[in-house]
């Protein structure tokens, strides 16, 4: 029952602050249309049917509708989409006049820069309390000998400051810039345990499941036992769901990696494993079964950290223009690898979604809220930025259009604006549905590369001795 409150906790959390993003971003437009005594005939949270609704002392319809996407203020005098917006209820109100151009960009750019501003807000806040972040997490683990990375330098116990020249504070950070550079080498600088530092060239590794480039390093942990699959050797070895794994036949265990690589070593054979179970130390016997097809031993476990990350809180935070800035910092680097994808790997495949902009609110908000806060910077900065794209229907199509009716001192046809809209509704539709698609397949490529053996555990999911 505890679980069950805390989750519908979480999930209220993740809806209020999205929900706050989006409704910030329309009141902009609302209170600019109204500031400048345009008509305005609805303010909706959503798209498709209403959820519920009411209509204000001004006519204006207020909803909260089912699709939870985005929202929109209707303008019938800015350009309009009942492909998004829906059609309007018959009304009685005379038509509206047309506006010049300057009114029409005050009011799409009125939206951004409200997000602009309410990501100040948050990343102020966020400066003042206080951050709270990983505790020592960028410190490598076990390292297999006579792979790429050893013969590349990397030694277990090195702690990885930056990668390709940019800092880093946590596992999170080096994986996002393994997967997004333009190359499959990465330098990374490193301090070691002698503090000395050394700067030294990894080759990454493609993930097909979650279709990134990663690092096959990891950082230095006992892995604990996630789930036991029925019937395995593990089970009938009388392993446990939490049992945390110290050494394995007489080998002091330091990563996942490490310990998929000896089980996998001895197929057939049995050996001593030391588990760490409530607080005791005990010793079980276990002999991994060989797998017929990947030739290698398996014991029939999910492996996952034994523990949470310790956080320490720094105070004061990043400042709010760190955030801001390495925010936009951040989603050119990814604009970037987006458009040179045979260098990146980077596709459309990897736009997130709302299921996974949701997942990433939810683990933060388990984390502490103040990490949320610094989640919704990024969040809405990128919602800023997305809007302006000069695509009809967003705000940046509005400000193209009215460019061009500036420029050419003619009002474009409406008809004209009617069809491009429609069009552009459509696509737009499509790119949701696409990220969307994204998502599940995120979820599901998470899924099955937690059922592959060690060549996946490093990679953010994960790891599975079927």
Not at 89 to 103: Q, V, Y
Not at 168 to 186: C, F, H, K, M, Y
Not at 362 to 373: C, N
């Amino acid at each position: 029952m505890a679980e069950l409150l805390a989750g519908l906790v979480i999930a209220l959390g993740v809806a209020v602050l999205f929900g706050l993003a989006i409704f910030v971003h329309e009141y902009g437009h609302y209170r600019m249309a109204r500031w400048l005594g345009l008509r305005i005939e609805g303010f909706s949270i959503g798209f498709g049917p209403r959820v519920f609704s009411w209509t204000d002392k001004h006519g204006v319809l207020w909803a909260l509708r089912w699709i939870p996407l985005g929202g929109f203020v209707k303008l019938p005098q800015m350009i309009t989409s009942e492909v998004l917006e829906g059609s309007q209820d018959a009304t009685n109100a005379p038509a509206a006049g047309p506006i010049s151009p300057a009114a029409k960009v005050a009011v799409a750019l009125a939206g951004p820069a409200m997000n602009v501003v309410l990501a100040f807000v948050l990343a102020s806040i966020v400066w003042w309390v206080g951050l709270p972040v990983a505790l020592n997490h960028t410190v490598v683990g076990y390292i297999k000998p006579g792979s790429p990375e050893e013969h590349a330098g990397v030694r277990e116990g090195d702690r990885i400051v930056s990668v390709q020249g940019k800092a880093v504070s946590s596992w999170e950070d080096i994986q996002v810039e393994a997967a997004l550079a333009l190359t499959n080498v990465l330098t990374l600088s490193i301090e070691r345990t002698n503090r000395s530092k050394a700067s030294i060239q990894v080759p990454t590794e493609y993930q097909p499941d979650l279709k990134l480039k990663y690092l096959r390093i990891g950082p230095r942990d006992h892995p604990a036992i996630r789930s036991v699959t029925a019937g395995s050797p593990a089970e009938a070895a009388g392993l446990r769901e939490d049992d945390q794994l110290m050494s394995f036949d007489g080998i002091q265990v330091v990563g996942q990696r490490q310990l998929v690589d000896l089980i996998q070593a001895r197929a057939g054979q049995e050996a001593d494993l030391e588990v760490k179970r409530d607080g005791k130390m005990l010793h079980v016997r276990v002999t991994p079964r060989l797998d017929p097809e990947a030739k290698v031993g398996r014991i029939g476990v999910l492996l996952g950290p034994a523990s949470e990350p310790t956080f320490v809180v720094q105070r004061p935070g990043p400042t709010p223009w760190k955030q801001v800035a390495g925010t936009v910092q951040r989603i050119g680097q990814f604009l970037q690898a987006l458009i040179h994808p045979s260098q990146s790997r980077i596709g459309v495949e990897n736009l997130n979604g709302p299921v996974r902009i949701f997942g990433m609110l939810a683990m933060e908000l388990k984390v502490d809220l103040r990490r949320a806060l610094a989640l919704m910077v990024v969040l809405n900065i990128n919602l800023a930025l997305l809007n302006l794209l000069p695509l009809p229907v967003l705000d940046g199509g509005h400000i193209l259009f009215s460019i061009v009716e500036a420029v050419t001192f003619r009002r474009i046809p409406p008809r004209v604006q009617e069809w491009i809209t429609l069009v552009s509704g459509a696509l737009l539709l499509s790119l949701m549905a696409l990220v969307f698609l994204n998502d599940l397949r995120g979820l599901a490529g998470s899924r099955s590369s937690s059922r592959k053996p060690l060549e996946t555990s490093n990679a953010p999911a994960p790891s599975r001795q079927p």
